[in-house]
């Protein structure tokens, strides 16, 4: 502790005197101390894996599926938020600060970062910054009404958020952007307030993204999740089921993330140890969905397109209950997508699996599906002064694609393949989440 120094008591001089010795010592000894704290951060080891067999290791416990009661899930409502951050409603306006340059954010669709400053309900309730709200990080804004990504990505998330795969949560707002230069992509032109709508934002899946030393944009490849990941058969091509029911062809490596609840690493070791705790393997970036999928990821091909998802079947070969076949689903991956997903062979144990949770969602929880992403502000169903175009209104766009969805869930329920690794208890399978009734909203029995 530094004595407390009276200067009153002393002479003017020789208090100043003292006084800037102090004011210099005490500056010294926090410019130290600041000095080694930063010293002990950029010495501190980065959560990262330093052995590849550590990665392997997490891989092979990673969990893929939280079992859930599927037709409990609030689709418009999305997952739960955390308390401590500002919560997100179908509809809000987000009004925040612009902060970074969609260019300086990776990616090619268009976005920006923004700090929240208050979210304000369509009802005109109002949440501000208060010490219980811990939002302090930008948040990503997606935008443009014709950029086709922010409907999908939402569609995409909330099915496997409600089935009970791992998802990160995307969330359609209404944007007002203080400061926000004319073209926020690039950060280039005058700076005023501007509104984007429709827009989405993410809340990233709980968890530290980890890679091997030096590859921060690895993530994990389809070969990788059969060889190296140890849930269930069922759970593996489940997931794999789900991307061609979605047609997601984008499915690199780097969509994919590996991530820890917490990381331990243990210096004692060269290189060090590194493991974690509650790893899971998820998909991360789902924007190219709901359309027709194969090489080119284009905007208007691959990226809700209601003919294009409609027209393209699940299935390229699939059994019936009276002729079990070897099933293969129908996925063309892009040509960018190298090591990625490529029409898989799918067991009857994640057809199966699948099709159980499938066919728990409701008519409405379907349609909440694509209410919850406004795909009817999409351009095409407007006319250049944003009416309506003749004969299409919001109800007769969400019960087209409401039936496309029913359509496709029942090519899924149908069909019937080869077992893979048949469970002795079914129930693992037909009911994960353990309900009383499993409710079967298709016509076909799923199993």
Request: charged share 25%; proline share 5%; aromatic share 8%.
């Amino acid at each position: 502790m530094f004595p407390f120094i009276k200067v009153s008591s002393l002479g003017k001089k020789t208090g100043r005197r003292i006084l800037g010795a102090t004011i210099l010592l005490l500056g010294s000894g926090a410019s130290v101390a600041f000095t080694r704290a930063a010293d002990d951060e950029a010495n501190k080891p980065k959560k990262q894996f330093y052995k590849a067999q550590d990665r392997l290791a997490t891989m092979k416990a990673a969990a893929l599926f939280e079992p859930k009661a599927v037709g409990e899930a609030n689709i418009l409502e999305g997952p739960t938020q955390k308390k401590k951050e500002f919560q997100f409603h179908n509809g809000d306006t987000v009004i925040c600060e612009f902060k970074t340059a969609g260019k300086d954010m990776g990616g090619k669709t268009p976005k920006f970062g923004c700090q929240i400053n208050k979210v304000v309900s369509a009802d005109g309730t109002a949440q501000t910054a208060t010490p219980e709200i811990d939002d302090s990080d930008p948040i990503k804004v997606k935008f443009g009404a014709d950029d086709n990504e922010v409907y999908a990505e939402i569609v995409a998330t909330r099915l496997m958020w409600a089935l009970g795969y791992y998802a990160d949560s995307w969330f359609s707002v209404k944007v007002e952007c203080h400061d926000c230069p004319d073209n926020p992509a690039s950060g280039s032109g005058n700076k005023t307030t501007r509104n984007y709508y429709p827009a989405t934002i993410v809340r990233k899946f709980p968890g530290h993204k980890m890679t091997e030393q030096n590859k921060p944009e690895q993530g994990w490849s389809w070969k990788e999740l059969d060889a190296d990941n140890g849930q269930p058969v069922y759970e593996r091509d489940g997931l794999k089921l789900l991307m061609a029911f979605i047609k997601h062809s984008d499915n690199k490596p780097p969509q994919q993330r590996l991530s820890c609840d917490k990381v331990n690493i243990d210096q004692s070791t060269q290189p060090f140890t590194v493991t974690c705790e509650s790893p899971v393997m998820l998909v991360q970036d789902v924007g190219a969905t709901f359309g027709g999928g194969g090489w080119f990821t284009s905007n208007t091909g691959a990226k809700v397109n209601l003919d294009e998802w409609s027209q393209k079947s699940l299935w390229n070969k699939a059994g019936s209950e009276a002729q079990p076949k070897q099933c293969q689903a129908t996925l063309k991956k892009s040509l960018s997508a190298s090591d990625g997903l490529n029409d898989p062979e799918i067991s009857e144990d994640g057809r199966r699996f699948d099709a159980g949770l499938m066919c728990q969602l409701s008519d409405k929880q379907i349609e909440d599906l694509f209410r919850a992403s406004h795909i009817a502000e999409m351009p095409k169903y407007h006319n250049s002064d944003g009416s309506f175009k003749s004969g299409v209104d919001e109800a007769s766009i969400l019960k087209d694609w409401v039936a496309a969805f029913k359509a496709k869930r029942e090519e899924l329920a149908k069909a019937r393949c080869l077992w893979k690794d048949k469970p002795a208890d079914l129930s693992v399978i037909d009911n994960p989440a353990k309900l009383a009734t499993v409710p079967n909203f298709c016509s076909a029995q799923p199993h």
